[in-house]
């Protein structure tokens, strides 16, 4: 799986284009079973040094079409 679709995932389920990181850890661990915590928290990292997300306080929002 991609790290584009996997953080699309938590935004088309919430049919929202503003979460909260816990939001997202919460889809991706435990609701999923996709990943564990760390994981979780390491991916989102990822996705913004790769530019695909932004932090706006505690908020992160895609920057591409989910």
Do not use: C
Not at 7 to 30: C, G, M, T
Not at 31 to 47: F, G, P, S, V
Request: glycine letters at 4%; hydrophobic letters at 45%.
């Amino acid at each position: 799986m991609s790290l584009t679709i996997t953080i699309a995932a938590p935004f088309r389920h919430a049919r929202k284009d503003l979460l909260k990181k816990n939001e997202i850890v919460y889809f991706l661990s435990f609701k999923q079973h996709w990943m564990n915590i760390d994981q979780a928290n390491i991916l989102i990292t990822r996705a913004e040094e790769e530019g695909l997300v932004t932090m706006e306080g505690d908020m992160i929002r895609p920057l591409f079409d989910v």
